[in-house]
């Protein structure tokens, strides 16, 4: 049973526009989570994160916004650029344990040019 | 060159076959991890090490065997293996295992026929 859930596994935007991913969760005991991006042949490098305590963080192009009730984050990239192409995975953990960050199945961002 | 560096990059083997992947960190870094990724599926953490102690195993079999001789070096032994364990392995290190902060290596590509 999946506890991090990315449903689209594709996603294709227009250079400028907005690309917005989506990542829901189940397990009610996660306050932190990251998103991690991944270029073909390498691997995933960390891009933001948010800690549960705030529901937006913000790093340039990229936010991140987080509804507790929902169980819902989504990462925004605006204005997206062809370099955005990448794999985008969604990450959880409890903070403060032992217990390791658990990874969605990630959506692949293609930004046309 | 993100700081972990993982030997070789591609593997090809026969089920029959014994192999090893190496992963390099000189991040200081004092835990490092083992995670699978399948197409379209989660990361999957096989193995943690915190310290040169094994502190996590997830239900791994058997034909997967971890070695940590160090803090900088980490090795997973291969040994008949099946096809659907083809994937790729990526190792990740981190301050330590309560740290959020994963550097990835670039992986192991592994195809086993």
């Known amino acids: 049973d999946q506890q991090v859930k990315q449903n689209s596994p594709s996603l294709s935007v227009q250079e400028g526009r907005i690309s917005i991913l989506n990542c829901d969760y189940t397990n009610s005991m996660f306050d932190y989570f990251l998103w991690y991006k991944k270029y073909p042949a390498e691997g995933p490098t960390f891009l933001i994160s948010i800690s549960s305590i705030k529901d937006k963080n913000e790093d340039g192009r990229f936010t991140v916004f987080l509804n507790k009730s929902a169980k819902h984050l989504s990462l925004h990239i605006v204005p997206s650029q062809p370099g955005d192409s990448a794999v985008y995975f969604c990450?959880?953990?409890?903070?403060?344990?032992?217990?390791?960050?658990?990874f969605g199945s990630g959506t692949q961002l293609t930004v046309l040019p | 060159e993100t700081g972990v560096t993982q030997t070789p990059r591609h593997l090809v083997m026969g089920m029959t076959n014994k192999k090893s992947l190496k992963c390099e960190q000189h991040?200081?870094?004092?835990?490092m991890y083992w995670y699978k990724q399948s197409a379209k599926k989660p990361l999957e953490l096989m193995f943690v090490?915190?310290?040169?102690?094994?502190?996590e195993n997830n239900s791994v079999p058997s034909r997967f065997s971890p070695e940590c001789p160090n803090s900088s070096h980490l090795f997973l032994h291969l040994h008949t293996l099946q096809p659907e364990d083809s994937a790729l392995y990526l190792c990740a290190s981190s301050q330590d295992v309560r740290g959020s902060g994963y550097t990835f290596g670039s992986g192991t590509r592994l195809t086993v026929v």
């Open positions: 991040l200081g870094h004092n835990a």
């Open positions: 990450a959880a953990r409890e903070s403060g344990s032992a217990r390791q960050l658990t």
């Open positions: 090490y915190s310290l040169e102690e094994r502190v």
